[in-house]
């Protein structure tokens, strides 16, 4: 059996047109305004716009680093072959209720399953990666889809942005105008004069510019790798969609703008600390909570993750502290 042919839809849609979805012993459903998330000890209810809006992160960072909470309730855990999909694991009044309940299920079944929803579940006039100014409605009965929006390629640079053969910088011409928040982002690229023989590594390229033309938001991707240090550069505006729940630590450099990160405890969603970032200031998120972000104008945030496979066993052992430096 191929993985398209698990993935557990109705023959029929509903009356407002959407088809229902099973993973396991989830159920999902959807209507004009909500989704319906059941499972053997529980059931939940979220707006369309926020789950649409997590799921597309959730399938295009296929699974991303450690935990994304859709909510306080709903979610996925990663462990990068398989993944959890759970319903109160992390929220301490489900805990303590013994009400919450997780599955842990092969990575490909998922996927396809959270893609054949997320193709489903979007209507033409919705785009789930755009700023809330930027596209419209998520709600309603069934109109068309969006699949050039659901499917967008997901930027991961080999080596470097500008490199030859790599990612390549944005230009009007590409299709990436520069966003209306950032029409003061000076666009001149640093011109580079290699030595005959190092022009593949003798390159450079202007990061605010690439930035100013991204259309999408809370959405990382990859502008250069070195081994296992990515800079994950995004643009940011309205509310990150999901809450993530780090299982590595991970550091944030506010380029432009302000951002607001609410900081909970992973496991418990127990508030830890609030932290406003503002234009240069630079933090480091521990890797044992979980932390969403609030960004009243665009903005640009780096974004520097550690790629190494070792870490998440390495922290969940204690061998490996959850903070990065000692004051
Ligand atoms: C994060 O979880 O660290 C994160 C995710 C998406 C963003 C920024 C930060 O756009
Ligand atoms: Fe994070």
């Known amino acids: 059996m191929t993985i398209m042919e698990e993935v557990v839809r109705s023959a029929d849609t509903n009356v407002e047109g959407y088809h229902e979805f099973s993973l396991g012993e989830f159920n999902f459903r959807r209507d004009e305004f909500f989704v319906y998330i059941s499972w053997p000890t529980g059931?939940?209810?979220?707006?369309?716009?926020?789950?649409?809006?997590?799921l597309q992160r959730d399938v295009a960072w296929d699974f991303f680093y450690g935990i994304v909470n859709f909510d306080g309730v709903f979610g996925t855990v990663n462990h990068y072959g398989t993944v959890d999909?759970?319903?109160?694991?992390?929220?301490?009044?489900?805990?303590?209720?013994?009400?919450?309940?997780?599955?842990?299920?092969?990575?490909?079944?998922?996927?396809?399953?959270?893609?054949?929803?997320?193709?489903?579940?979007?209507?033409?006039?919705?785009?789930?990666?755009?700023?809330?100014?930027?596209?419209?409605?998520?709600f309603g009965i069934k109109s068309g889809g969006n699949n050039a929006a659901v499917t967008r390629r997901r930027v991961a640079a080999n080596r470097m942005v500008g490199v030859p053969g790599d990612e390549q910088i944005r230009t009007d011409d590409s299709g990436f105008p520069v966003n209306r928040m950032f029409l003061d982002v000076d666009q001149t690229e640093p011109v580079v004069e290699a030595e005959p023989g190092f022009e593949n590594d003798v390159v450079a390229f202007n990061l605010f510019a690439y930035l100013s033309r991204s259309d999408v938001t809370w959405n990382p991707s990859v502008v250069s790798a070195c081994k296992d240090?990515?800079?994950?550069?995004?643009?940011?505006?309205?509310?990150?969609?999901?809450?993530h729940g780090n299982d590595r630590v991970e550091w944030f450099l506010q380029l432009s703008d302000e951002i607001t990160w609410e900081v909970e405890d992973r496991d418990t969603g127990a508030v830890r600390s609030r932290v406003v970032m503002?234009?240069?200031?630079?933090?480091?998120?521990p890797a044992d909570i979980r932390h969403q972000g609030y960004s009243p104008k665009r903005s640009m945030l780096l974004v520097w993750e550690n790629n190494s496979?070792?870490?998440p066993e390495l922290i969940a052992s204690g061998k490996t502290p959850t903070y990065p430096v000692e004051f």
């Open 278 to 285: 503002k234009a240069g200031d630079i933090c480091a998120m």
């Open 229 to 243: 240090s990515l800079f994950c550069p995004t643009t940011e505006e309205y509310i990150l969609p999901i809450i």
């Open 309 to 311: 496979a070792a870490l």
């Open 43 to 54: 059931n939940h209810i979220m707006s369309v716009d926020a789950f649409l809006r997590a």
């Open 85 to 138: 999909i759970f319903a109160g694991r992390y929220n301490d009044s489900y805990r303590k209720a013994e009400l919450d309940y997780s599955e842990n299920v092969e990575t490909p079944r998922i996927r396809e399953t959270f893609k054949a929803m997320l193709d489903d579940w979007t209507n033409s006039t919705f785009d789930p990666f755009a700023s809330p100014h930027e596209t419209g409605s998520a």
